[in-house]
């Protein structure tokens, strides 16, 4: 076969052989499942499957102290192109490597033609021009009836049977309780991204986080991803991140639906949402709403009147930001509960202009110009049907 790094396939084969040597020596004790495949018309076939991805992984961390996977995990960290696997090539490389082969030849009777197979599927991750990078994250708290784009590569979708289990076995205990039973979690968040040769792959877990706040701007539903994100590389399992906590702690509330309409309004707040890096009090008002729905009692109430004072009060406080929300909304609001706040936020991200819609607000109040008419109220009027509820 052709290699493009010859050094890499020497070290990463000596490893793939040492751990054959290791394992071999235990195959005894190696766990097979017994399948039987039916066919009409035809007798039924057995079969004896080693478990060899359970055998391996018990048995990772003495394989990681060999000397072969030393010198494997010095020449992938000298590699550029190895880069975009991160900082545990033992992990992200050596151990899926191992498992592919050992998968490939049924065991532990090595075949140089199973290595070289599987050698160069990774070479062709490694030196492609372009990499496909995919992260997964499991959703709570919502269903979707199709999929939902919401921009930049992020969508919600339904999980697919099994396509966690395929890629990263081990996923099964980092899923949610009753993630793929239960209707409000059926889904996934999904970023997509094409990537160049040497481009580091994005910050998974801010991204996803991003959406999930923006999902729960746009629904007013419990949503949370998580606890962990499963990021690939060419359709190759490449690791697997902590969800923010922000993100992967449920709120207290009703499942929600996250339909057409809410999908698009939670895009446009996603391509907004960058404004608030530029803006810090939009930045502290989105980051107060947020943490308030995990609070409760007197805690909840003072976290929500100091969102909405970031968001519209300014210098003037509270009280001012009640009587702009109050002229945003075209009714009376003393108390900023968590939809007003909810709701403000929105006004404002669709808005794009923080300062000078607190400047309409104040001029509609002294009478010098109409109340400026609101996202919500404009769906009211325009919008498509049942959208000026919809959120």
């Not at 239960?182 to 877990?205: F, I, K, N, Q, W």
């Not at 999930?212 to 490449?238: H, M, Q, S, Y």
């Amino acid at each position: 076969m052709a290699v493009h790094a010859a050094h890499l396939y020497v070290s990463l084969r000596n490893f793939c052989l040492g751990a054959f040597r290791t394992l071999g020596a235990e195959d005894s004790q190696l766990p097979f499942a017994f399948e039987h495949h039916v066919s009409r018309g035809r007798p039924t076939l057995y079969e004896y499957r080693p478990l060899v991805r359970e055998f391996v992984e018990a048995r990772a961390h003495e394989l990681a102290r060999h000397e072969d996977a030393r010198v494997a995990i010095e020449d992938l960290r000298a590699e550029p192109a190895a880069a975009v696997f991160g900082d545990d090539p033992f992990r992200s490389v050596l151990l899926p490597l191992l498992l592919a082969v050992a998968e490939a030849c049924g065991g532990f009777d090595w075949d140089d033609t199973a290595f070289d197979r599987v050698y160069a599927e990774l070479e062709a991750t490694l030196f492609s021009g372009k990499r496909a990078y995919g992260a997964l994250a499991p959703l709570v708290g919502l269903s979707a009836g199709s999929e939902i784009p919401l921009g930049a590569g992020l969508r919600v979708r339904a999980a697919a049977t099994g396509e966690l289990a395929r890629h990263w076995p081990e996923a099964q205990g980092l899923l949610p309780p009753d993630f793929g039973r239960e209707t409000d979690r059926l889904c996934v968040l999904e970023l997509v991204r094409d990537l160049d040769a040497g481009e580091p792959p994005p910050d998974a877990p801010a991204e996803i986080a991003d959406a999930v706040t923006v999902i729960r701007l746009a629904t007013c539903g419990p949503v949370a991803a998580g606890p962990v994100l499963f990021e690939r590389l060419d359709w190759r399992p490449l690791g697997i991140k902590p969800v923010l906590p922000i993100a992967a702690t449920a709120p207290e509330g009703e499942a929600t639906r996250l339909d057409v309409f809410r999908g698009r309004l939670a895009g446009d707040l996603l391509e907004r949402l960058g404004a608030a890096d530029e803006d810090p009090d939009l930045g502290e008002a989105l980051d107060r709403w947020e943490l308030a729905l995990f609070q409760a009692g007197p805690s909840r109430e003072e976290g929500l009147r100091e969102a909405l004072a970031a968001l519209l009060g300014g210098p003037d406080g509270v009280w001012a930001s009640c009587m702009r929300a109050s002229i945003l909304f075209g009714k009376r609001i003393e108390e900023p509960g968590a939809d007003v706040v909810r709701r403000a936020l929105v006004e404002v991200l669709m808005h794009g202009d923080r300062l000078r819609l607190v400047d309409t607000l104040d001029e509609a109040m002294l009478g010098l110009r109409p109340r400026p008419t609101g996202y919500f109220a404009r769906l009211a009027t325009s919008g498509p049907v049942g959208a000026s509820t919809a959120a």
